[in-house]
């Protein structure tokens, strides 16, 4: 007696790697009408405990960033004179793995760390591919205000007498390596090497989160140590190799990375798929940004890395100037531009072309409104050629991250 199968929906019609949706339909055929009630609940729980092997949620919390922190302490303007933003040098290959001082990052996300579990507040972020948190040894200010993690409470915890060195703009971050089991999303990711930092950057003191989750590539990680995601699929925790990232605009709940999977709800229409031109950040081929339909950046075509671990849209500071006085902006001394509030409404949307797609990003997405008044999502780079499309991009574009056919989807966020 046929009982019945199960079928999952298809995102999309077509896509590098036939990605499939969350939802799963029971079908059952006529002659299963004479099945018992308890064998009928007995397909569907195994069609919802497939369903939960398949995708790995890690909700993220909007929170508050050291910017804000530090203009309600009154110490904004000295802390960015000591520590001036330098959004491009996580990027600068020196062999160690680097990281900026982004005063403006506010999305984290909860892991833990041991048997039993010690808990961490992380920014996952695909521009590096190190975790790491601090430990119980490092003395900074910047450890002794955040979690820390201690060994010797965990009986799974393994040294691997290893150096960990991960340089800043203005600073480093200094540890050793250990592997241990680590809980994403509710799964546990066994003998995962990661990072104790024994020393952090100043800086570090004022950010919401206590480490990194890096999601980039094996290339780039510090010590070649093997990704978070990448133990993930090779120990079979993930039923596709890819994942995706929803940013919420406004609430402090909504935001979260699915680990392999797509969340069709978070998205309208269809997914565009654009090749990665470098397998070590996430990085792809931008044509030009433009504004009307004229070009104002990246003439003649550029690269730019998809970002989460970056806060703004960065690019060449005379390409950057040049978009901050189209859209009417002001730019002080340290980069920052600021309009008014009053003419958001009325302010062009800014076009990224990206490998033959336009993505436009309109001024309610490019423009943060606080109570000192309004700024653009715009940073300036320096003298690099290279863009790096932060959450400023993310929010207005649901991102997947397909390790495997080397591609990253945007559809516009729901």
């Avoid at 919802?48 to 804000?68: H, Y």
Wanted: charged share 10%.
């Amino acid at each position: 007696m046929k009982l019945g199968s199960l079928e999952e929906q298809s995102v999309e019609e077509s896509g590098p790697s036939k990605h499939r949706s969350l939802h799963l339909e029971l079908h059952l055929s006529e002659s299963s009408s004479r099945v018992t009630s308890s064998m009928k609940c007995l397909i569907v729980l195994l069609a919802l405990v497939a369903f939960s092997e398949c995708i790995i949620r890690m909700p993220l919390i909007k929170g508050k960033t050291a910017r804000e922190n530090l203009k309600e302490k009154g110490l904004w303007e000295k802390y960015r004179t000591m520590y001036p933003y330098k959004p491009t040098v996580k990027f600068i290959q020196t062999g160690t793995e680097s990281m900026t001082n982004d005063a403006d990052l506010s999305y984290y996300g909860v892991v833990s760390i041991g048997t039993p579990p010690q808990s961490f507040s992380v920014i996952f972020d695909t521009g590096s591919s190190n975790l790491w948190v601090p430990s119980v040894s490092c003395s900074s200010e910047a450890c002794q205000n955040h979690g820390q993690f201690n060994p010797q409470q965990s009986s799974t915890f393994t040294s691997n007498g290893e150096s960990l060195s991960i340089q800043y703009g203005t600073g480093s971050m200094t540890g050793y390596l250990g592997s241990d089991t680590v809980q994403v999303g509710g799964i546990s990711v066994a003998n995962q090497v990661f990072g104790l930092s024994q020393s952090e950057a100043p800086f570090m003191a004022q950010m919401q989160a206590d480490g990194i989750l890096g999601l980039a590539f094996q290339s780039i990680a510090s010590d070649n140590v093997v990704p978070v995601f990448d133990n993930m699929v090779s120990q079979g925790l993930v039923s596709q190799p890819l994942f995706s990232v929803y940013l919420s605009s406004n609430s402090e709940q909504g935001s979260e990375v699915v680990f392999g999977g797509v969340d069709n709800t978070h998205y309208t229409g269809q997914i565009t798929w654009i090749p990665l031109t470098s397998e070590t950040y996430w990085q792809i081929q931008m044509d030009s940004v433009t504004i009307n339909g004229q070009t104002v950046a990246c003439s003649g075509g550029c690269q730019a890395i998809i970002d989460t671990g970056t806060s703004l849209i960065v690019g060449p500071t005379s390409d950057i100037n040049n978009i901050n006085a189209w859209v009417g902006a002001s730019t002080d001394q340290y980069g920052d531009a600021t309009v008014s509030c009053q003419n958001i409404q009325s302010m062009p949307e800014v076009t990224f072309n990206l490998n033959g797609n336009a993505f436009a990003v309109p001024a309610s997405a490019y423009v943060s409104q606080t109570s000192s008044g309004c700024n653009t999502g715009f940073g300036q780079g320096g003298t690099d050629q290279l863009w790096i499309l932060g959450d400023v991009f993310i929010r207005q574009y649901y991102t997947v991250f397909d390790s495997q056919s080397q591609n990253v989807g945007l559809a516009p966020s729901a």
